[in-house]
């Protein structure tokens, strides 16, 4: 399996800055064992072993800011399926909603993977519609907005938005043909 260990250890080694916010979104679902066992180049000092800790951590912050906000994850009774209310559904009632966002606090959830990594809702839960209702909201609204905030959360760049690392990446881009 692709360790994404990989591509922040080769951003940083060669100076590849466009790659960065993804391989350390990557990178923080990893488990510490994980992260502290890779061998890093240059040992790993400062740097790059330090933006793979400290990702999470911003990341997490924000996510709960999210959760908590309930913006993101408002309490659906009704379900889209259940037009003459002939089957019951709860849709994403508060104890689902719940779960849902739970699970964005996980560690290990991806969040870009969409309905593949949604929680199992068990008795109760919502139905297929609703479940596609809610991954529709996340494709469309919530992923973008969290995929424009990655450079934002890499520590110790100072990014504000993808059009910073662009720039890092341009100014970074050295031909290979040119001789030192
Ligand atoms: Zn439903």
Redesign the pocket.
Known sequence: MFNPMVAVDISCEFDIPIILPAALYLSSRLSMPEILGYPLSGGGSGGARDDVLLFPEALQKHLRRDVFSSAWFPIVND????VDNTSY?P?FSGDNTLKLAAHYLEPSADIFAGVNDFPYFGPGD??E??IIQRYKIDRDAYQPLLWSLLPVLCPRKGWVGWMNVKEAQTKATVPWDTPS
Do not use: I, L, Q, R
Not at 79 to 82: E, F, H, M
């Open positions: 379900c889209p399926s259940d559904c849709g919502p139905c519609d609703c």
